[in-house]
């Protein structure tokens, strides 16, 4: 049975970094394939970053490109979501999707802007 285990969020000050991690635990595939939504209080979810299935390089939400970096561990199948210079517009739950032969969706976990 495969889990996604998403961590790292919390509370940051405007200007700080948090990475996220995004395991994909029990799968026999590897990870081809890699998606960072996120959805802010009383706002439509949104794309972040993507790197599609087959790709080796990541398309960025313009408000986050040169901002935030997204990263693979092959050898475990955990991919990250570095965010640099955050913004209270940065505030949201943030959700991992890995496709592993089939598409998974994480948990979501929160990051919370603010100072």
């Known amino acids: 049975q495969v889990q996604i285990v998403e961590s790292g969020g919390g509370l940051v000050q405007p200007g700080g970094s948090l990475r996220l991690s995004c395991a994909g635990i029990?799968?026999?595939?590897?990870?081809?394939?890699v998606r960072w939504d996120r959805q802010a209080p009383g706002k439509q979810r949104e794309m972040v970053a993507v790197?599609?299935?087959?790709?080796?390089?990541?398309d960025y939400l313009d408000s986050v490109s040169g901002r935030f970096t997204i990263s693979q561990d092959s050898t475990n199948n955990t991919v990250y979501l570095q965010m640099n210079n955050l913004t209270p517009e940065d505030t949201a739950v943030y959700y991992c999707?890995?496709?592993?032969?089939?598409?998974?969706w994480g948990q979501g976990t929160r990051v919370t802007v603010s100072s």
């Open positions: 999707y890995l496709f592993m032969g089939r598409g998974y």
């Open positions: 029990g799968s026999r595939v590897s990870v081809d394939g």
């Open positions: 790197i599609s299935t087959g790709k080796k390089t990541a």
